[in-house]
């Protein structure tokens, strides 16, 4: 389970990608607001990739998980902020 949080002032795009193919997009998280998304299959590497109004991207570190774990992203305007916890 991921936990993705706009903190930013802008709406943004936000895509956890993995080292495996997988890809969960999520559309348009409003500024202030919070969504959950399920991840499925086995232990990966994840990352955020968030896309701001006008093209601007930022990416997040590359982290390893686990099915057992929580990841928590906080997207501000300057950064994409990854925490994972079991």
Request: without cysteine; positive net charge; hydrophobic residues 35%.
């Amino acid at each position: 389970m991921a936990v993705v949080e706009n903190a930013s002032t802008e709406s943004v795009t936000v895509r956890l990608e993995t080292d495996i193919g997988e890809s969960y997009p999520v559309e348009s998280v409003a500024p202030g607001n919070k969504t959950e998304v399920k991840l499925t299959g086995r232990d990966k590497s994840l990352w955020v990739v968030a896309e701001f109004p006008g093209g601007r991207v930022l990416r997040s570190r590359q982290l390893y998980t686990t099915t057992r774990g929580r990841v928590s992203v906080r997207v501000t305007n300057n950064a994409v902020e990854l925490v994972y916890a079991l």
